[in-house]
């Protein structure tokens, strides 16, 4: 009798003890890259010089203001250029996601984006619509959007969520339908851009503010947009010049090979030239858009583009964010530069819904 009760005494404690040296293991991963000295008594350190203070800067562990969080990879549409591609099928449970989310609240999170693959594919956007439902009412983010291709979004969505989503951007990049089939936003006998007019005016009757994202390539460049534009009125209207990541739309192992879809920074200029009377217009060059967004793939890790792939960090599931986001790649002045943090909830933009 004492011989058993000793042996599960040895065996909680062990139990114990692994716990313990994982969360240890944890720990010091996330300790590693820094470097920790303290001070000996009695020594005082001046004010470091300039050079050394920006240098700080650079090192700093920057905030997670906004993120992108890619939670899945699967998509309805197969456009050529995709720089996101279904490599994988995996999606976090939901009560694993939303404990994600708040770690990143507690971080500094202040705009969750909910992008893919196709975020309304998991679940018939059930899925999406209680991610954002807990980031609006038990996070009380500020702002909370999705990027779609909008093919899937339902009428109903917006009844059920609607309340708790301040931008909705949908994909669009032609008003030409037989461009969009060549790019692989075809479906059937669907309409995408018909279907964009209708996304608009839900937008409009449940007060979510519509956005239109367009990547400019060698099939639309030379396409005038100004009067669609217009006529659609977006709070904003994102442009991206075409970039080609490694492993996802360029090289051996990606899925897509967009490298036909190029175009020049002198193309992607006329073209924003050509549309410089649109006031809602935000470009990004290639330049901007690669290391000034925060990523966060499927399995909550950072994905750090610097060297033109998608490198994972651990996840923040895992180790945390603070350790995770150190290995993010994540330019936080250029995020700044480039108009990362604008006036993005819908109850500080006073439209006329």
């Known amino acids: 009798?004492?011989?058993?009760?000793?042996?599960?005494?040895?065996?909680?404690?062990?139990?114990?003890?692994?716990?313990?040296?994982?969360?240890?293991?944890?720990l010091c991963w996330s300790l590693a890259p820094l470097s920790l000295s303290l001070?000996?008594?009695?020594?005082?350190?001046?004010?470091?010089?300039?050079?050394?203070?920006?240098?700080?800067?650079?090192n700093a562990t920057p905030t997670p203001t906004s993120v992108n969080y890619h939670f899945t990879r699967q998509c309805n549409y197969k456009c050529g250029?995709?720089?996101?591609?279904?490599?994988?099928?995996?999606?976090?449970?939901?009560?694993?996601?939303?404990?994600?989310?708040?770690?990143?609240k507690e971080a500094g999170m202040e705009k969750i984006n909910f992008s893919g693959g196709e975020p309304f594919l998991q679940d018939r956007g059930e899925f999406v619509g209680k991610l954002v439902q807990f980031c609006k009412q038990e996070l009380e983010l500020p702002s909370v959007s999705i990027v779609s291709n909008g093919s899937l979004i339902r009428e109903r969505w917006f009844k059920k969520y609607g309340e708790y989503l301040d931008i909705l951007a949908i994909s669009c990049d032609s008003f030409d339908e037989d461009v969009n089939v060549l790019i692989g936003r075809g479906q059937g006998k669907k309409n995408h851009v018909e279907n964009l007019h209708k996304l608009r005016q839900w937008c409009r009757e449940y007060a979510v503010a519509f956005k239109i994202n367009s990547v400019i390539n060698r099939f639309n460049v030379e396409e005038d947009m100004n009067e669609q534009i217009k006529a659609l009125?977006?709070?904003?209207?994102?442009?991206?010049?075409?970039?080609?990541i490694e492993g996802e739309n360029s090289g051996e192992d990606a899925l897509?090979?967009?490298?036909?879809?190029?175009?020049?920074?002198?193309?992607?200029?006329?073209?924003?030239?050509?549309?410089?009377?649109?006031?809602?217009?935000?470009?990004e060059s290639n330049q901007?858009?690669?290391?000034?967004?925060?990523?966060?793939?499927?399995?909550?890790?950072?994905?750090?583009?610097?060297?033109?792939?998608?490198?994972?960090?651990?996840?923040?599931?895992?180790?945390?964010v603070e350790a995770a986001i150190?290995?993010?790649?994540?330019?936080?002045?250029?995020?700044?530069?480039?108009?990362?943090k604008y006036v993005?909830?819908?109850?500080?933009?006073?439209?006329?819904w």
């Not at 001070?39 to 650079?58: F, N, T, Y």
């Not at 936080?332 to 480039?338: A, G, P, S, T």
Request: proline share 5%.
């Open 1 to 26: 009798m004492h011989l058993d009760v000793l042996g599960r005494l040895l065996s909680v404690g062990r139990a114990v003890l692994a716990a313990l040296r994982g969360r240890l293991d944890a």
């Open 39 to 58: 001070p000996l008594p009695g020594w005082r350190r001046d004010s470091p010089p300039r050079r050394e203070r920006e240098q700080d800067w650079d």
């Open 81 to 104: 250029f995709c720089f996101h591609t279904a490599k994988t099928s995996f999606v976090l449970p939901l009560e694993e996601a939303k404990r994600g989310l708040a770690m990143l």
């Open 233 to 244: 009125n977006p709070v904003r209207w994102k442009v991206f010049q075409c970039l080609l």
């Open 256 to 283: 897509r090979e967009a490298e036909k879809f190029v175009i020049s920074d002198e193309d992607f200029e006329r073209f924003l030239d050509r549309h410089k009377d649109v006031s809602c217009l935000v470009p």
């Open 288 to 320: 901007k858009m690669r290391d000034s967004y925060l990523i966060l793939d499927e399995y909550m890790r950072f994905l750090n583009c610097r060297n033109g792939r998608k490198e994972p960090s651990k996840s923040i599931l895992d180790v945390g």
């Open 326 to 340: 150190k290995f993010s790649g994540f330019d936080e002045k250029m995020f700044l530069k480039r108009g990362g």
């Open 344 to 352: 993005w909830s819908k109850a500080d933009m006073k439209l006329d």
